[in-house]
């Protein structure tokens, strides 16, 4: 699958995904923006959470 599919069909997920990992990794604010800054991590961590297989 190709991020752009993944993003498609996971978006909102990936992005629950990113708040509860990724974004606490960093210690940063509760309520904080990542702007995606972090998406493209979001997205593999997500991907492999998920047995999801990634095309780069």
């Known amino acids: 699958m190709i991020r752009?599919?993944?993003q498609n069909q996971f978006?909102?997920?990936i992005?629950?995904?990113c708040r509860k990992h990724?974004?606490?990794e960093y210690n940063?604010?509760?309520g904080w923006v990542?702007?995606?800054s972090y998406h493209k991590e979001a997205q593999d961590g997500?991907?492999?959470k998920n047995n999801i297989?990634?095309?780069d």
């Open 11 to 13: 978006g909102i997920a």
């Open 46 to 48: 997500y991907a492999a």
């Open 53 to 55: 297989e990634l095309e």
């Open 4 to 6: 752009e599919e993944l």
């Open 22 to 24: 990724v974004i606490s």
């Open 15 to 17: 992005c629950e995904y």
């Open 28 to 30: 940063l604010r509760k």
């Open 34 to 36: 990542c702007e995606k």
